[in-house]
């Protein structure tokens, strides 16, 4: 055993032990080994730093801007809700129809590709039921490698073996000859993880439903549903074409106007969307317009019936295809609400809503005042303000973030920028639905390069408004799993460079030759399984291919059971993070350490392993 190939041996070792402690970060355990292989002379920096440039990784970066486009527009939460009516909220059925449609998704997506597209619907998913994210993701990630299987494309070490025959002069295997081996993949999976998905994090109770959950319990706190009506203004009305200071609404009619949403793009159903405004004094009424009012019944129906108004159902929606308001109709990507409690010292004190110039002063509608566990919702204009009163107030986010500033007469509570980016941007959803189908036409087509589609799609979730620009976009991204495949990538190149593979799989290989072709083919298989541990699966079935068809020719049996071996242990690695791009994906999300996989994913691969060595020469006799 040379040096070189020593101290390689030596950094996997040390790195795998740090792993499994998990009291270093993983990425600072990726780097420091990468390092170490770099001083020692066994990389070159070039061939350290190729993991960087790597195409895996540079996707890597864009699925996640695509991801997140996903769950910013909401498009994430529809489809969750979708697959919710056939899967129920129990996780039982949410384990198994998250692995099928992955495992559907991962035949002819990259397994990279259909996490990454999962991973926000999955999560959503998770919340909808209460259940921690753990629970679903490692499932969802461990799928996306077999649904791999089920097709010739589904994964690189398929279309190695493939070659491998060729050139052996055997015949070109078929787009759907795997099928029956992913499928076989696929069961044993869902069987497994049913078993195994106790050892995994988390528990419901544990789970966080998000700011949009408080808002929403705030809402339901100052009873704002009992007093918000909407009323529609049809061509020919007499406020058309006036300011609201001029119509003086609150004064005539004792309700107040809250926000104004209009039509835009009519030409285009597809386009259609809806523009809201916060109502101010110079907001110019539109026919068309759609009036949020806070108010009593019996006003609100008098001022629709004064000004030739139709009173909307609630079940009505204001734009073909829309909800009718969604869950909150106060809270939107742009408009939010938020409770501020009056200082001691604070000028309003004492003041009547109507002379406190709130409106003018911070852009901002009081919706309702809280005295003593008592909502005030009526003719709010006459409400004398007192100190221990709290004020519900609505308006654009960045106005609720200027007022947070102001500390002299009010103080905000929460967080409002941080809720702000937690509300999804519903209208912007079939916008991302379509680069999303985008990306998968290219992906499966491959007119262009994958990593290409990738990143074309992530510019234009982010030109097209589905992420709030490129800040976003570089805060979406799980920069510890981008560094952590980038440093672990060159490290299949020192293994092979310095002869360690080789040496490792011959040497497995030619324990089991003299034990008969099952035995061989148990031998390949698990050797593969192994390797591919420390290195990509890509690499691992180009380096056992050849062995694998050399053993089984030189045994005088079919060849064909052996490279299935091979490209099927390649591909069904689970104990391991940095193994798979999918792995990595998860483990921020699913709040996983390494010994999850160790505990969950070791299991199944033994398992997997030990179910495809018994039916490969069943479905491929030697």
């Given at each position: ?197 106790r050892l995994l994090p988390g528990q419901a109770k544990h789970v966080s ?28 009305s007499p406020l058309c074409g006036k300011t609201l200071s001029g119509l ?375």
């Amino acid at each position: 055993m040379n040096a070189p190939m020593l101290i390689t041996l030596i950094a996997l070792a040390a790195s795998a032990i740090l792993f499994v402690s998990g009291k270093v970060r993983s990425d600072l355990v990726a780097v420091c080994a990468l390092l170490a292989l770099m001083l020692t002379g066994v990389l070159t920096p070039q061939e350290a730093l190729a993991g960087f440039s790597n195409s895996v990784v540079i996707m890597m970066i864009g699925l996640f801007v695509v991801g997140h486009g996903v769950f910013r527009t909401g498009l994430a939460r529809m489809a969750g809700s979708k697959i919710l009516q056939y899967a129920g909220k129990g996780e039982t059925g949410l384990v198994v129809t998250v692995m099928l449609v992955t495992g559907a998704m991962g035949a002819f997506v990259s397994n990279t590709g259909t996490v990454a597209l999962l991973m926000p619907i999955v999560v959503s998913l998770a919340a909808s039921a209460g259940l921690h994210p753990g629970k679903l993701l490692m499932p969802l990630a461990f799928a996306s490698g077999m649904g791999g299987m089920l097709t010739l494309i589904g994964t690189p070490p398929n279309l190695i073996i493939q070659e491998t025959l060729v050139a052996a002069g055997y015949e070109r295997l078929s787009f759907f000859d795997f099928t029956p081996v992913g499928l076989i993949c696929l069961a044993v999976g869902i069987i497994a993880m049913l078993a195994l998905r106790r050892l995994l994090p988390g528990q419901a109770k544990h789970v966080s439903r998000g700011e949009a959950g408080s808002l929403q319990k705030l809402a339901e706190k100052y009873e704002l549903t009992q007093n918000l009506f909407r009323v529609q203004v049809p061509d020919g009305s007499p406020l058309c074409g006036k300011t609201l200071s001029g119509l003086d609404i609150p004064s005539r009619f004792g309700i107040s106007v809250l926000e104004i949403r209009r039509k835009l793009s009519m030409k285009n159903q597809f386009l259609k969307t809806l523009d809201q405004e916060i109502a101010g004094p110079e907001t110019v009424v539109q026919a068309g317009d759609v009036m949020y009012v806070s108010g009593g019944y019996d006003e609100v129906r008098s001022f629709a019936e004064a000004c030739g108004l139709k009173l909307m159902e609630a079940h009505a929606v204001e734009i073909a295809g829309a909800d009718a308001g969604g869950t909150e109709p106060f809270v939107t990507p742009d408009i939010g609400i938020a409770e501020i409690m009056l200082t001691p010292h604070s000028e309003l004190i004492g003041k009547l809503v109507k002379q406190s110039g709130f409106r003018e002063k911070y852009r901002l509608n009081i919706l309702a005042v809280r005295r003593k566990n008592r909502n005030l919702l009526h003719h709010l204009k006459d409400v004398r303000l007192r100190f221990g009163d709290t004020l519900l107030v609505q308006g654009a986010w960045k106005d609720i973030a200027l007022l947070a500033d102001d500390q002299d007469d009010v103080v905000v509570t929460g967080q409002p920028l941080k809720e702000a980016g937690r509300m999804t941007m519903d209208r912007k959803a079939p916008v991302a639905a379509g680069v999303l189908l985008l990306m998968v036409v290219l992906l499966v087509t491959e007119w262009v390069p994958a990593v290409a589609a990738v990143m074309a799609a992530a510019l234009l979730m982010v030109a097209l408004g589905c992420v709030r620009g490129m800040e976003e976009a570089y805060k979406s991204v799980k920069w510890e799993s981008v560094v952590l495949i980038g440093a672990m990538l060159p490290f299949s190149s020192a293994v092979e460079k310095t002869g360690a593979a080789e040496l490792i799989s011959r040497a497995l290989v030619e324990s089991f030759g003299n034990l008969g072709p099952m035995a061989l083919m148990a031998g390949v298989y698990f050797a593969t399984s192994i390797l591919t541990l420390f290195i990509s699966n890509t690499a691992c079935a180009v380096l056992l291919a050849p062995i694998a068809l050399g053993a089984a020719l030189q045994m005088e049996v079919s060849p064909v059971p052996f490279l299935f071996a091979v490209t099927v242990g390649a591909s069904m690695c689970f104990a391991s993070p940095f193994s798979t791009p999918p792995n990595a994906l998860v483990m921020s999300a699913g709040r996983y350490r390494f010994l999850h996989y160790v505990k969950v994913g070791g299991p199944l691969q033994i398992v997997m392993g030990a179910v495809m060595v018994v039916a490969l020469p069943l479905l491929f006799p030697f």
